[in-house]
């Protein structure tokens, strides 16, 4: 029902395109929270403006509202624990699942000498609804919830 009936060989390479930067922007925000940078959506569209093949920092803004109302990505409200400031953005620091704050440290238990790996993560507070485009609170930070009719969408992704 939703498939295409015109100009199918250029909407698909603009759904590849779309795609591919969902990639490198979910992938950006791995790698800099990896290496103890948060950003919310402005600063992370001025950082990144021109890098990875992303664009202006228009059209990075526009994917990450497209991702968060979509819900890949979600946001933290209050990075006290990580060192940084409570910004006056509107939704927060950008979070994407499996986030991780800086490189898994070993830890010695001094009692049993037992080395375990500690990670400090990401965890989302809040998320952008898909229907009002308010900003929410999380229900449970640990678990990831993609709105409905999003399991087609990932599907689709993995396919591709």
């Known amino acids: 029902m939703n498939e295409r009936l015109v100009r199918k060989e250029v909407g698909a390479r603009l759904d590849a ?22 950003y919310t959506a402005m600063q992370f569209a001025e950082t990144f403006e021109n890098r990875g093949g992303l664009g202006s920092k228009h059209t990075i803004r526009e994917r990450l509202s497209v991702l968060a109302t979509k819900g890949f990505v979600k946001f933290l409200r209050d990075p006290s624990g990580f060192g940084f400031p409570i910004t006056r953005s509107r939704f927060g620091y950008l979070c994407v699942e499996g986030m991780q704050f800086g490189a898994p440290a070993d830890h010695v238990d001094p009692a049993t000498g037992e080395v375990t790996t500690e990670v400090r993560q990401v965890l989302p507070s809040h998320f952008k609804c898909p229907q009002s485009g308010l900003c929410l609170q999380v229900e449970n930070p640990a678990v990831w919830v993609y709105p409905d009719g999003l399991e087609d969408d990932l599907t689709h992704m993995s396919e591709a």
């Open 17 to 38: 395109e779309r795609l591919r930067k969902h990639d490198v922007i979910l992938g950006m925000l791995l790698d800099e929270a990896a290496s103890e940078r948060l």
